[in-house]
């Protein structure tokens, strides 16, 4: 989920919290485990900050080590720590039950977007991605400041949170079953084919499609049950060649394809420059497909250049290389 969702359900675990007879009844406790629940709910993001290395790096590594087992056990630990040495007065098991919850939650949340996260790791390096909640969902952050709000105005924490819960439960419940109707759809409409994708966007009724049939690539947007294909691609295997094997050294290239379950290949030459292209299929917006990842190799088949992101024209494509060039 977003910064922002993952806020106010840290805010709104820390309401919930008033169950708890100990966090209740102690103020000193409550406000500490108010903080853990907002810092643990947050705490998994810190990763993000590999972006001002690179976007090899962060795509690579984003949701992955930081949403593991072993983060889930540490960072509340960790957390719980430093709040106790500021608030010595805090009860130290409670303050860790509530901010190990709130990490809990933060990397469970995440397994349902389109993104996912390696949250078995060190038992398995795969992206766990259920795909029915888009990274920002506006009801459910919507719901989420409701709840807060009738909390500020002396509504009961612990029944605001819980019927919050049971609503926003029902509504997971829902989305699994859209899912599952825009799935039967798809099959229907695309009988040929061995793999579907389907993403959520910011809209209720509208999701992204990509499908792979033995002999090509399909992709699409699903209005409700309404199924429109817009692009259809050549299923071909890229090229075993010395170019190729060249490029597939780069970085860029590297963590593209550690990303990217559903990508067609582009090989081209300008003046004395290769250019080998992978482009995901799951994110065409406005008949462009903004996710890429691309290097240049002179004619020894060295790397002159490279890039791997998010990219929603050529003019700035080729601002980002020529930048990386330099």
């Known amino acids: 989920m977003d910064t922002g969702t993952h806020i106010v359900m840290g805010i709104a675990l820390g309401g919930l919290a008033m169950i708890d007879p100990v966090v209740a ?11 853990g629940a907002i810092v643990g709910s947050l705490a998994p993001d810190v990763d993000t900050v590999l972006k001002l290395r690179n976007n090899a790096v962060y795509i690579r590594h984003h949701r992955g080590i930081t949403h593991s087992i072993p983060a889930v056990l540490l960072w509340p630990i960790a957390i719980t720590g430093v709040i106790h040495f500021i608030v010595p007065e805090a009860n130290l098991l409670h303050l860790w039950l509530w901010t190990f919850l709130a990490v809990f939650l933060h990397v469970f949340v995440d397994i349902f977007n389109s993104y996912g996260t390696q949250a078995l790791r060190p038992f398995s ?5 259920l795909g029915v909640i888009n990274t920002f969902d506006p009801i459910i952050f919507l719901l989420h400041v409701v709840a807060l709000m009738f909390w500020a105005f002396g509504a009961n924490p612990v029944f605001t ?14 989305r699994f079953s859209v899912q599952h109707a825009v799935k039967h759809a798809v099959r229907n409409t695309l009988p040929s084919a061995e793999e579907i994708i389907i993403a ?3 809209r209720f009724f509208q999701w992204r499609i990509a ?6 690539h399909y992709v699409g947007r699903a209005y409700g049950r309404s199924i429109n294909i817009y692009d259809k691609f050549d299923r071909k295997p890229i ?20 990303f990217s379950p559903i990508y067609r290949w582009e090989i081209a030459q300008h003046e004395h420059i290769h250019e080998v292209r992978l482009i995901d299929l799951r994110y065409r917006s406005n008949d462009y497909y903004p996710f890429v990842a691309v290097v240049h190799l002179n004619e020894d088949l060295e790397i002159l250049n ?3 992101g998010w990219i929603f024209s050529e003019d700035k494509l080729r601002k980002k290389l020529d930048f990386m060039s330099n």
């Open 125 to 129: 390096s795969k992206w766990v991605a």
């Open 161 to 174: 949170i819980l019927l919050l819960y049971g609503i926003v439960f029902l509504y997971y419940l829902l």
């Open 25 to 35: 009844t102690h103020p000193v406790t409550a406000t500490a485990v108010v903080a």
């Open 306 to 308: 490279s890039y791997t």
């Open 200 to 202: 959520p966007t910011i």
């Open 211 to 216: 499908a792979i049939s033995k002999t090509h």
């Open 239 to 258: 090229p075993d060649s010395p170019l190729v094997k060249a490029a597939l050294q780069d970085k860029n290239l590297q963590a593209f394809i550690s």
